[in-house]
């Protein structure tokens, strides 16, 4: 029978959540952020029957999509399959795959901003919790569940442009033509986040991750006049959640000193970004990244010297959770990954 001490001391962390709180780990965990995709043949399996938006509005099937990763890998993490554009379409924003998210009528109006409604998850977007509950009650204990959502200024650019683009000029401009009406519109955005990642947690969500894909189109001024207080808007209503925050700044690396005022848990950087760079200016917060998805593509040994050189570049200490530097490509081999996970358990195991 278990002393009351041992009753009372706290069951190990996950690797990956320890790794959030940048605790020592048995070994560095490992996930892949767009682990669930089309270079799974199981995956373009179940896609085939059904569209993108048929796939993330079926919790069985979502469920099943996000645990095809966690069968095949040693992976330390999941993520809930879904998109950032999702909640939006909760909030009354028409919109298809393509496969990237087309805007059926992009948003550049005042009377557009305030047509949006609130979102109320567990109302707009309940299939996204329960595929939360069901996924959790399908993965081993030790693969905690990441929720995550799109940052505002990321959403923003998607519903300003209407559809994806390399620069979104459009959504750039508008942050100067129209600033008073491009923050409303960040504001609504941050809000609905919050209680759409509140929602998240509350079904089941171990951490929670912000997407912020486009932050590097951004100067480090724009991005500390628009980006980053929509971003401290979320943060401030997470506070009381109680799971780790992460968040992914791609190509940011000038904006590296304004994200270090966010208080995150985690920041995932991108390869360009290298992680002792990050480490060194992100002091007190844990670090996510930063393989180049394309290094995948290369032989064996050219692949494990350029995982040797993220975990050299990540270094000793506490708080370090490997992922590539963006979502993987559909073209990659599914042995590559077998290969990265494996070796990172490999190299990186304490006994
Ligand atoms: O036909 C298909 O299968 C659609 C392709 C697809 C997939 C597989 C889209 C449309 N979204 C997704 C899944 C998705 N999107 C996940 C799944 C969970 C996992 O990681 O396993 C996640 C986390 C996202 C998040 C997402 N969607 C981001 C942020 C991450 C990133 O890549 O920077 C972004 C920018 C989007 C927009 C989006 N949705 C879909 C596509 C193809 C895109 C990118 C469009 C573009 O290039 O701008």
Redesign the pocket.
Known sequence: MATAAAAKAPASLPPFLAACARQPVPHTPIW???????YLPE?RKV?AAT??AG??RDPALACE??LQ?IRRFALDAS???????VPLEGMGVKLD?A???VIETPIQTRAQIEALRPLVPEQDVPFVMESIRLTRAGLPAHVPLIG?C?SPF?LF??LVAG???KEFALPRQFLHAEPVLATMLLERLADAMIVYLRAQAGAGAQAL?M?E??GGLLGPADYAAFALPAVKRIIAGLKDVGVPVIY?A?NCMGNLPSIAQLDVDVVGVDWRTPLSYARGVLKGKAIQGNLDPATLFAPKETLLSRIDGVLADAGPAPGHIFNLG???WPETDPDAVARLVDYVHEKTSHG
């Open positions: 892949i952020m767009r682990q669930a995709g089309r995956y896609r569209t993108f796939l993330t999509v996000t990763p993520i809930i399959f879904s998109d950032i554009m795959y496969p990237g998210p995550f799109g990321t650019c998607y559809k994806p683009s991750m997407f894909s486009w992914f791609n963006h979502g993987i």
